[in-house]
């Protein structure tokens, strides 16, 4: 995955990091890709970065917002409620999801 | 490596996104750690989370800090600043560098 190309802050980001279950890897793979591809179509959407797993199965997503209403109605969102069940009910040990304003950012590009 | 235990918000985050080089594996592996041991001894330190890099070489880590101020002190630390010079030099192609107010934050256990 590329990294998101954002516009100059101020912006908003959700930060998901979560523990998985052993549990329905293939139905979490489909889950994760099909709202990854949903939250790309939702108003106020700037990007999104998404990291592995490490062998604890800790995993970070990032999810970039132009305003914190977007991201509450995304948080809405019928399909996105149901998977949230599903990650809840079947998917997660633990997650922790924290909305935060993007006040400065710093950008590297090597040879650029 | 577990969730981060953070303090209710306000609080802030530093979320590192970058695209790795693929040169002087050990090095870098051996510098990463050292940073962060070191961030954990700064002031204002709250925790850290850091997932594994997918097939691209995309990685994520985030620092969480009680301020502004501990961010910047941080960021000017002597040992941080040598490897700042030498992510660039070496191991990044590229990176996106964000620093962000934590307003609300949702944790989930499994069972609690």
Same mark, same amino acid.
Request: proline share 5%; glycine share 10%; net charge negative.
């Given at each position: ?6 516009? &100059? ?14 549990? &329905? &890897? ?87």
């Amino acid at each position: 995955m590329p990294l998101a190309r954002t516009p &100059d802050p101020p912006y908003w980001a959700v930060i998901f990091t979560s523990l998985r279950t052993p549990v &329905d &890897d293939a139905g979490y793979v489909q889950t994760a890709g099909d709202m990854e591809a949903l939250a790309g179509q939702q108003p106020g959407y700037l990007g999104i970065e998404s990291g592995a797993r490490d062998a604890d199965g800790l995993g970070i997503t990032v999810s970039y917002w132009a305003s914190e209403e977007a991201i509450l109605a995304w948080r809405r969102h019928a399909d996105h409620l149901a998977a949230q069940r599903a990650g809840r009910d079947t998917w997660y040990r633990a997650y922790e999801l924290r909305v935060a304003r993007v006040e400065r950012a710093y950008g590297f590009v090597k040879g650029a």
